[in-house]
């Protein structure tokens, strides 16, 4: 599946809801992933689609880039998962996004009409192969993400109100979110309307942008008052909500909830295929829940080039085989056996025993295996992928003249099982071999790093 833009630019404009500021919204082709750029400022500044950006959650999710802000991202970002967009250049001449009537619809509707193309990258899922749980013991929140074919979401709401009641919404796939999802408005409290009204924010706040659940019974006075705070000549509540409209649908507050879910987990960056049980979620909770999936989304990415092999998997090589494309011998031939051989790629095993000579000294009681031998077992392991497709190479020896980049990650000991991959990262040219290695133990990233060979041959061979 190819990832997808729009096909020509489109724009959009509206209020911000905090803000009360006129702003306009220009979506644009792109081949660079979801970029925002802040084109009122002196210098445009860019926004890159990145939850450890975030930065606020009250009433909305902002992201910082710089010294800047963005405001209210969460149902542009919906909109734009809801249609499967992955790259996109969103030009906002403000500080916040428009609240339009309070959902995604109005974002969907516009990038809809202009119709979608497919880029030439292959577009790249977040799968989430395990359950992973985010809970808050202070507000009960609890989100889960668990294995699933498609994209799921469910989302659970109870704000304890006689009004509202406890409420559900589901979404199995994409197919239903322009008419069921998208255009399910923000909600507030009457209670806070007016605390939020009082503290200068939701400037651009209207009854045509939000549902207000009436939540206490309110004098005719009261009413008046509200009435004239909002510039509104009269208000009536009809069915325990204060509005011109009845809702959407008997959950839209259940139902936005699981619209402000999509689109915070969107920053993430990647499109997931899992199930997502949401309770009692809010920008907050969502925001640590998807710096959770974000850290996990990197750690799968790092592994997915991880070798797996069985144990009655038939080696390449066995370690007299490896003797022969390699001069070492003991105490220092760090292969065991060479499991797989490609033309840019080889894998190698090196079983760790207590028996290793460097244990006596590396470290008495507590013995690690230690780094810098890591990078030679790989180092002879590229050797064998450097040797392999040359005549007699046992008249040839590889001498490694550079590493970059080396990280250690974690302790090997006794008992470990390193596997070894060492990946081309350019041609073999006049002798030089430029590759990537990584040590992996179980599932986990041991060490890595770029390492430069140079293959010679023996004057004495």
């Known amino acids: 599946m190819k990832r997808k833009t729009i096909l020509k630019d489109i724009s959009v404009s509206g209020v911000g809801l905090h803000t009360g500021k006129k702003v306009t919204l220009t979506f644009k082709p792109s081949e660079k992933g979801i970029r925002f750029q802040r084109t009122d400022l002196d210098d445009p500044i860019s926004f890159i689609l990145d939850v450890n950006k975030v930065v606020s959650t009250q ?117 239903s979110y322009k008419e069921e999802v998208a255009p399910c408005r923000t909600f507030v409290f009457l209670h806070e309307l007016e605390a939020l009204a009082d503290s200068g924010l939701i400037k651009g706040g209207d009854l045509d942008n939000a549902v207000v659940i009436v939540d206490r019974e309110m004098s005719p006075e009261e009413m008046r008052h509200l009435a004239k705070k909002l510039n509104k000549d009269e208000l009536k509540i009809e069915k325990g909500v204060l509005n011109r ?136 392991t590229g050797g064998i992928l450097a040797l392999f497709s040359v005549e007699e190479p046992e008249k040839w020896d590889t001498y490694f003249i550079k590493m970059d980049n080396v990280k250690f990650k974690r302790k090997v000991v006794p008992g470990d099982t390193m596997v070894l991959k060492m990946q081309l990262l350019s041609p073999i040219r006049r002798g030089i071999v430029h590759m990537q290695g990584t040590v992996y133990v179980g599932n986990n990233i041991v060490s890595e790093g770029e390492l430069t060979a140079q293959i010679i041959k023996r004057t004495n061979g």
């Open 59 to 175: 009433r909305g999710t902002t992201i910082k880039s710089g010294e800047h802000t963005l405001q209210t991202i969460e149902h542009v970002l919906s909109a734009i998962a809801g249609l499967g967009i992955d790259d996109l250049e969103i030009e906002v001449d403000g500080p916040e996004m428009p609240i339009m009537d309070g959902s995604a619809i109005e974002f969907y509707k516009a990038l809809e009409s202009v119709g979608l193309k497919d880029n030439e990258e292959e577009k790249e899922f977040f799968v989430i192969d395990e359950v992973i749980k985010y809970m808050d013991p202070a507000t009960g929140t609890e989100l889960i993400a668990m294995p699933a074919e498609d994209f799921e979401i469910t989302t659970m709401i109870d704000f304890n109100s006689d009004t509202l009641g406890p409420q559900f919404a589901e979404m199995k796939g994409w197919e």
């Open 245 to 380: 409209s009845n809702l959407r649908f008997g959950n839209e507050p259940a139902r936005h909830k699981l619209l402000d879910v999509i689109g915070d987990l969107a920053l993430i960056g990647k499109p997931i295929k899992g199930r997502i049980i949401a309770n009692r979620p809010g920008h907050t909770a969502n925001v640590a829940f998807a710096k959770i999936l974000k850290q996990k989304y990197v750690k799968q990415r790092k592994l997915k080039g991880m070798p797996n092999y069985a144990k009655d998997h038939e080696p390449v090589l066995e370690v007299e085989g490896v003797k022969k494309y390699l001069p070492h011998r003991y105490p220092f031939l760090m292969v065991d056996r060479i499991m797989e051989i490609q033309s840019d790629m080889v894998v190698g095993i090196k079983t760790v025993t207590n028996n290793e000579a460097f244990f006596q000294g590396h470290f008495p009681g507590n013995p690690v295996f230690p780094g810098v031998l890591q990078m030679e077992a790989l180092a002879q």
